[in-house]
C-alpha cells in the first residue's frame, strides 16, 4: 500500500494553469480543490478542470487528491460522480465536513459500484466531526487519512483560526487516528510569511503524532517536508536499536530495548 505523503498542497480547481506548476514543488502530493476554493459560479468549470487534469495529468508524478464539495450538495455528488467513474481517477477522494462514518461508508460504496481504486481521506473540521472522529477513523478500509480543518473549527467555536488553542481537536485526531490505522495530517499553517512559526507549528505537530501537513502556498512545501522527516540523530539511534535487538529485546547503552522501542525505530529506519 502507498504510504499517504507528508506534505499535501492546495490547488484551486478553478486554477488550472497552477496544477503543473505544483507538481514542480517538492510536495509529495496535491490537493486540488473543488470546495472552498473555488465559487460557486465556478464548481461545474473547476471540476471539468480537474477532469481534464486526470486525463492527462501534464507530467505531474505526484500522489494526487481531489477534495470535493460536501455530500449534502448537489455538486458535491456530482464531483463524486466524476471522480469514481474517471478511467484514470485520483489517489484520494478528500470528504469536507467529515463527521460521521456513514459518509465514508457512501462514498466507499460509489467507488466500489463503479470500480474505482481511490482511497477515501476525511476532514474533520467541526465540534461534531472531533466528536466522532473515532468513528470515522475505522469507518472503511479505503479510509487513509484524517485531516484537521482548523479554520472551519475555529468557526464553529466562534473563535479565530489564529488565535485559538485547538490542542483538545487535534490530540483526539491523532489518537482516532492511530486506533483506527490510518495516520492523521495536520491543518495547514495559514500565515505564510511566517516561517519560523510554520517551523514550530511542524515541530509541534509532529510531536503530537501527526504523520503529516497540508500547504497552502508552494513556499510551505519545503519546511513542511523537513518538518515532518527523522533527523540524522533519530535515524542513527533507530539504527542502533534494531542492531541491539534483533529479535525485539535487547539491550542498548545500558538499557532495556523492547518491542515498542523497536516499532518507532522501524517507522523511523
Known sequence: MTAV???LLF???SRPDRFAKAGATAA???ILDLEDAVAEADKDSARANVAAFLADRQGVTQQLTVRINPLSRACGLLDLAMLATAADGPDYILLPKAETAAQVAMIAQVL???GSKARIGALVESARGVAGAAALAQAHQRLAYLM???ADYAADL???VGTFQPGHARATIVNAAACGGVVAMDSPFFAIDRPADLEADCAAGRALGFHGKAAIHPSQ???INLGYSPSDAERAQARRILEAAPDGVGVLDGKM???AMVRWALRVA
Do not use: C, K, N
Request: negative net charge; aromatic residues 4%.
Open 221 to 223: 512545501v519545503e519546511p
Open 5 to 7: 505523503p507528508r506534505s
Open 112 to 114: 466500489d459500484d463503479a
Open 158 to 160: 466562534g473563535q479565530q
Open 11 to 13: 490547488t484551486p480547481g
Open 257 to 259: 530495548v523492547d518491542i
Open 28 to 30: 509529495e502530493g496535491l
Open 148 to 150: 484537521f480543518g482548523a
